[in-house]
């Protein structure tokens, strides 16, 4: 079974540019999560979808942050202006319930690095 | 120069032998809690999860304990193997914060030694 897939792997920019991370959740998963985790912070958790639907977004850290999630197998983050401090691990992960007692299964993140 | 980061704890176990990994959990209305497995530039593995309705659940090779009067989790790891070795984190559900909010513990470092 295929995961939860993310692209990309790595991302390296400069600081002011633009960035989208994407996301394919789980077929048949209805909620869908993107965490970002740095050394300092740890698993911070920055915005929920249920069936498409932004649920609580009070994790995103700024405007510069926003995300999207037009169907129910793809969605992005979007991160503009990048700044160095953005540096991290973002990770999405998928759930089949809006229960919160489903596991979230998680992809292998985007590490991105602004220099 | 470099941040300070966190500084997980860390756990060293003879290979072949069992391990007991803990943590504390922060809110006692919690209701569902999952352990995670994190290896090296891979993402969070789930692999096993407990109601607070229940207070063992086992795996395979794994178990799981819940005592919700003193709000502690643990991961026990029976025969643990080289595999085993990476960052164990638990997570916890904190109603009625959202349909799936889970809050997540720092982690612990796991290093089965040959």
């Known amino acids: 079974d295929a995961g939860v897939i993310q692209s990309p792997r790595h991302e390296v920019t400069e600081m002011g540019q633009e960035v989208t991370l994407r996301c394919k959740p789980i077929?048949?998963?209805?909620?869908l999560f993107w965490y970002r985790q740095t050394m300092m912070r740890g698993l911070e958790l920055l915005i929920y979808f249920n069936n498409n639907v932004p649920i609580d977004d009070s994790g995103m850290p700024e405007d510069r942050f926003s995300a999207k999630m037009p169907n129910a197998s793809f969605s992005t983050l979007k991160i503009q202006p990048s700044e160095p401090r953005d540096s991290a691990v973002y990770f999405c992960?998928?759930?089949?319930?809006?229960?919160?007692?489903?596991?979230?299964?998680f992809g292998d993140g985007t590490r991105l690095s602004i220099l | 120069g470099e941040s300070v980061g966190l500084h997980l704890p860390t756990l060293s176990v003879q290979e072949g032998d069992n391990s007991i990994i803990n943590c504390a959990y922060s809110n006692s209305a919690s209701d569902y809690f999952i352990w995670y497995k994190q290896e090296s530039g891979k993402g969070p593995q789930f692999i096993i999860d407990?109601?607070?309705?229940?207070d063992k659940r086992q795996g395979q090779r794994v178990t799981v304990l819940l005592n919700k009067t003193v709000k502690h989790l643990s991961l026990q790891i029976a025969a643990t193997q080289p595999g085993d070795s990476a960052v164990y984190f638990c997570a916890e559900n904190i109603p009625p914060r959202g349909a799936d909010g889970l809050t997540f513990g720092k982690g612990t470092h796991l290093i089965i030694q040959p």
């Open positions: 992960a998928s759930s089949l319930e809006g229960t919160g007692r489903q596991p979230q299964h």
């Open positions: 077929s048949g998963h209805n909620s």
């Open positions: 407990i109601r607070s309705n229940m």
